[in-house]
């Protein structure tokens, strides 16, 4: 596990990367909120969270290939723009903004990344979160993506097993074929609920629209970054009582080493 003094750099460099994304989307107007955690921190904490160790944002996805294209371009030149399409080892439906003058490696993970912030995109949706929706396909479509391709040696018997058998079906065949399957057939953009579908947090991340709202500027250590308006109900929605630090053994960060690469 890394020490103190080094998630205090872990966050000085997610703080410089995360000034820079909210540069470029306030040049080019594009709309912006920070999402999990990251709101979280701002609320409870005006910063991160103590022991977290990187920033999740959300965009709504009618900018979000435009804003890939900006940051391939437009970003300083030891940040580098991470997608499913430019990296092998990444099978995620969003997007990250690394450094690489750091790596790091996760506790769950054989591969190594620099220090990073993640962007996903938001999409309209009509808020149904039955067995049957189209908003439930979404989420078991994007699990059997991750228990396909991910390295999951560390995680439940059941997943491993699930995870087996989808390698023996050979489904998916490619990390692309399920996005595709998503994107073609149950993405609707319509409706007046707002769901972010590849976060940590699965169908909880599907709030009403209002109450994303107007995006709002909220302190965040030295800086301010635009948020959730009702950041009230959004968390409850995430952390039931967000008010409630979690017990000492849940305050882990999910990094277990960092250096910085001269």
Same mark, same amino acid.
């Given at each position: 596990?890394?020490?103190?003094?080094?998630?205090?750099?872990?966050?000085?460099?997610?703080?410089?990367?995360?000034?820079?994304?909210?540069?470029?989307?306030?040049?080019?107007?594009?709309?912006?909120?920070?999402?999990?955690?990251?709101?979280?921190?701002?609320?409870?904490?005006?910063?991160?969270?103590?022991?977290?160790?990187?920033?999740?944002?959300?965009?709504?996805?009618?900018?979000? =290939?435009?804003? $890939? !294209?900006?940051? %391939?371009?437009?970003? @300083?030149?030891?940040?580098?723009? #991470? *997608?499913?399409?430019?990296? /092998?080892?990444?099978?995620?439906?969003?997007?990250?903004? =690394?450094?690489? $003058? !750091?790596?790091? %490696?996760?506790?769950? @993970?054989?591969?190594?990344?620099? #220090? *990073?912030?993640?962007?996903? /995109?938001?999409?309209?949706?009509?808020?149904?979160?039955?067995?049957?929706?189209?908003?439930?396909?979404?989420?078991?479509?994007?699990?059997?993506?991750?228990?396909?391709?991910?390295?999951?040696?560390?995680?439940?018997?059941?997943?491993?097993?699930?995870?087996?058998?989808?390698?023996?079906?050979?489904?998916?065949?490619?990390?692309?074929?399920?996005?595709?399957?998503?994107?073609?057939?149950?993405?609707?953009?319509?409706?007046?609920?707002?769901?972010?579908?590849?976060?940590?947090?699965?169908?909880?991340?599907?709030?009403?629209?209002?109450?994303?709202?107007?995006?709002?500027?909220?302190?965040?250590?030295?800086?301010?970054?635009?948020?959730?308006?009702?950041?009230?109900?959004?968390?409850?929605?995430?952390?039931?009582?967000?008010?409630?630090?979690?017990?000492?053994?849940?305050?882990?960060?999910?990094?277990?080493?960092?250096?910085?690469?001269?």
């Amino acid at each position: 596990m890394i020490t103190q003094q080094e998630l205090d750099k872990v966050h000085t460099y997610v703080l410089q990367i995360a000034k820079e994304f909210h540069s470029i989307c306030l040049a080019n107007g594009i709309t912006y909120y920070m999402l999990g955690g990251s709101m979280l921190g701002a609320v409870r904490h005006k910063g991160f969270i103590p022991w977290d160790d990187d920033m999740d944002f959300g965009v709504f996805r009618k900018d979000f =290939e435009k804003l $890939k !294209t900006l940051l %391939q371009s437009s970003i @300083s030149k030891d940040l580098k723009l #991470v *997608s499913k399409e430019n990296t /092998p080892n990444f099978y995620g439906g969003f997007i990250k903004i =690394e450094n690489t $003058k !750091t790596q790091i %490696q996760e506790i769950n @993970s054989e591969f190594y990344s620099g #220090v *990073s912030i993640d962007i996903f /995109p938001l999409d309209k949706t009509d808020g149904d979160t039955s067995f049957f929706s189209n908003n439930h396909k979404i989420n078991l479509l994007y699990h059997i993506n991750n228990y396909r391709f991910y390295d999951l040696k560390n995680y439940s018997f059941l997943k491993k097993m699930i995870s087996r058998c989808l390698h023996i079906l050979h489904f998916p065949k490619d990390k692309f074929q399920v996005f595709n399957i998503i994107e073609k057939r149950y993405l609707k953009n319509e409706g007046d609920y707002i769901a972010n579908h590849y976060g940590a947090w699965g169908m909880k991340e599907t709030v009403k629209e209002k109450v994303m709202g107007k995006p709002t500027l909220y302190d965040f250590e030295d800086t301010k970054f635009y948020g959730v308006e009702d950041y009230e109900e959004y968390l409850k929605a995430l952390y039931s009582d967000y008010t409630v630090l979690p017990q000492q053994d849940k305050r882990v960060t999910h990094i277990k080493s960092f250096k910085e690469i001269v």
